[in-house]
């Protein structure tokens, strides 16, 4: 049964309530197929999900396919510039009509029996039709449209018609997403293209790694050894000071601030340009009046903080990081590389190189983050039921402000808590 957990060696059953606790969560979290599928149902198909940038499907006509959940979806934009997410799925015999990953369209064409669907999922025709006299009304068989909200450009989506306001949903983190956003300099901010990888693992062992600070000097060691004498000694002397914090939001969102003087990137602390930039600031003010030009080198390298959206992605300093779960023990995940639209070339190619570095198939973050979120899962497959996973860190110092949210240094789990307490919520109720 699902609310409970028999494992080989369990001398007792643990109710499903018992599994997340204020401090730790049972290992069967990350390896129950059961639990796995209540979660599809409950997180993924239940509330709010991210799918899409609008720098995505800038344009009527615009498509891109994903998935929410397990579930395959087309995110499109109408000739009226409305954006509508429906299920990639044929009314008739349940085939997807999409497989190209996007494109431009007026319509999708099911290739089993060619039933065809507008951009806004209407059933526009179907072969033969007199083979239907009076058993089928068009207008009562559309694609299944998901409940559509966008804010600041991220369009989510969800198959839950009574979901709360997506205003609601993201609350406090609404501030936090607008700062995110700053970083195209004055430009906008689109999504230029992204690779995506699998791992061995539970979906939710990355959802806690995107505000956890505490791996980076150890996981991230061969990147640190990498750059600069200067930057490597910013990447490990953070974690020691008192400024860096992380925060929890509210309905499973959490932020962490690695670097508080890059919280908002439009405002200039006077600090120099550093040295490697000069010349390219100086080819930037024959352009631009000079305070935008600080802005804009500032902006290269992304805002000083991770932005966790439960349940799918991450606003990570300079990209975005959406994780996918394929099973319980499978995860796919997509770096979205971000540039300034309209940007000079050059300063697109620096953040580009900077994206490859750190995130890119080839560098240094990606791969040994796998490594450890690969160790977990098999970690957490040892055949004991007494196993839990630790979420205590800095739950002795944490503090709350006025208005309730929770903080405590940045290598504390208090990001990490605030997910699981709304997994709880979601889950269990």
Same mark, same amino acid.
């Given at each position: 049964?699902?609310?409970?957990?028999?494992?080989?060696?369990?001398?007792?059953?643990?109710?499903?309530?018992?599994?997340?606790?204020?401090?730790?969560?049972?290992?069967?979290?990350?390896?129950?197929?059961?639990?796995?599928?209540?979660?599809?149902?409950?997180?993924?198909?239940?509330?709010?999900?991210?799918?899409?940038?609008?720098?995505?499907?800038?344009?009527?006509?615009?498509?891109?396919?994903?998935?929410?959940?397990?579930?395959?979806?087309?995110?499109?934009?109408?000739?009226?510039?409305?954006?509508?997410?429906?299920?990639?799925?044929?009314?008739?015999?349940?085939?997807?009509?999409?497989?190209?990953?996007?494109?431009?369209?007026?319509?999708?064409?099911?290739?089993?029996?060619?039933?065809?669907?507008?951009?806004?999922?209407?059933?526009?025709?179907?072969?033969?039709?007199?083979?239907?006299?009076?058993?089928?009304?068009?207008?009562?068989?559309?694609?299944?449209?998901?409940?559509?909200?966008?804010?600041?450009?991220?369009?989510?989506?969800?198959?839950?018609?009574?979901?709360?306001?997506?205003?609601? !949903?993201?609350?406090?983190?609404?501030?936090?997403?607008?700062?995110?956003?700053?970083?195209?300099?004055?430009?906008?901010?689109?999504?230029?293209?992204?690779?995506?990888?699998?791992?061995?693992?539970?979906?939710?062992?990355?959802?806690?790694?995107?505000?956890?600070?505490?791996?980076?000097?150890?996981?991230?060691?061969?990147?640190?050894?990498?750059?600069?004498?200067?930057?490597?000694?910013?990447?490990?002397?953070?974690?020691?000071?008192?400024?860096?914090?992380?925060? +929890?939001?509210?309905?499973?969102?959490?932020?962490?601030?690695?670097?508080?003087?890059?919280?908002?990137?439009?405002?200039?602390?006077?600090?120099?340009?550093?040295?490697?930039?000069?010349?390219? +600031?100086?080819e930037l003010a024959r352009q631009f009046p000079m305070d935008r030009v600080r802005w804009?080198?500032?902006?290269?390298?992304?805002?000083?903080?991770?932005?966790?959206? !439960?349940?799918?992605?991450?606003?990570?300093?300079?990209?975005?990081?959406?994780?996918?779960?394929?099973?319980?023990?499978?995860?796919?995940?997509?770096?979205?590389?971000?540039?300034?639209? #309209?940007?000079?070339?050059?300063?697109?190619?620096?953040?580009?190189?900077?994206?490859?570095?750190?995130? #890119?198939?080839?560098?240094?973050?990606?791969?040994?983050?796998?490594?450890?979120?690969?160790?977990?899962?098999?970690?957490?497959? +040892?055949?004991?039921?007494?196993?839990?996973?630790?979420?205590?860190?800095?739950?002795?110092?944490?503090?709350?402000?006025?208005?309730?949210?929770?903080?405590?240094?940045?290598?504390?789990?208090?990001?990490?808590?605030?997910?699981?307490?709304?997994?709880?919520?979601?889950?269990?109720?």
């Amino acid at each position: 049964m699902l609310e409970t957990y028999d494992g080989k060696n369990a001398p007792d059953a643990v109710p499903l309530e018992e599994r997340v606790r204020e401090d730790r969560l049972h290992a069967s979290l990350y390896t129950d197929p059961d639990i796995f599928r209540r979660e599809i149902e409950r997180i993924f198909h239940g509330g709010w999900v991210w799918v899409a940038h609008e720098s995505e499907i800038p344009e009527p006509g615009d498509f891109k396919t994903t998935e929410i959940g397990l579930s395959p979806i087309i995110v499109t934009r109408a000739k009226s510039g409305r954006v509508h997410v429906l299920l990639n799925r044929c009314r008739h015999k349940a085939a997807t009509v999409c497989e190209s990953q996007r494109g431009n369209t007026s319509s999708f064409t099911c290739p089993y029996h060619a039933w065809s669907y507008g951009l806004d999922g209407r059933l526009l025709g179907i072969p033969y039709e007199d083979g239907y006299d009076g058993l089928v009304d068009k207008k009562q068989l559309p694609l299944h449209a998901l409940e559509v909200g966008i804010y600041a450009g991220l369009i989510f989506a969800s198959m839950n018609p009574e979901v709360e306001p997506l205003d609601s !949903f993201l609350g406090p983190a609404r501030p936090w997403i607008d700062l995110f956003m700053h970083q195209g300099g004055g430009f906008p901010v689109k999504a230029s293209g992204a690779h995506a990888f699998r791992f061995n693992g539970n979906w939710k062992i990355q959802l806690e790694n995107t505000t956890d600070a505490y791996h980076f000097p150890f996981v991230h060691r061969s990147f640190i050894h990498s750059v600069s004498a200067e930057m490597a000694k910013t990447f490990t002397t953070f974690v020691r000071q008192e400024g860096p914090h992380v925060r +929890a939001l509210g309905n499973g969102h959490s932020v962490a601030v690695f670097f508080p003087e890059n919280v908002d990137i439009r405002s200039d602390d006077g600090r120099p340009i550093p040295a490697h930039f000069e010349p390219l +600031a100086a080819e930037l003010a024959r352009q631009f009046p000079m305070d935008r030009v600080r802005w804009i080198i500032r902006a290269i390298g992304g805002v000083g903080f991770n932005l966790n959206l !439960f349940p799918n992605i991450g606003l990570s300093a300079a990209f975005l990081r959406e994780l996918r779960p394929l099973a319980v023990d499978r995860t796919e995940i997509r770096h979205i590389a971000l540039t300034m639209d #309209g940007a000079p070339a050059e300063v697109n190619r620096l953040r580009l190189r900077l994206h490859e570095k750190f995130q #890119g198939s080839g560098g240094f973050g990606s791969p040994d983050d796998m490594e450890a979120w690969e160790r977990v899962q098999r970690g957490a497959g +040892a055949d004991r039921d007494d196993m839990w996973i630790l979420l205590n860190r800095g739950l002795g110092r944490e503090k709350a402000d006025a208005d309730g949210q929770r903080h405590s240094h940045v290598t504390d789990e208090t990001g990490m808590r605030e997910a699981y307490a709304m997994w709880r919520k979601a889950m269990i109720g």
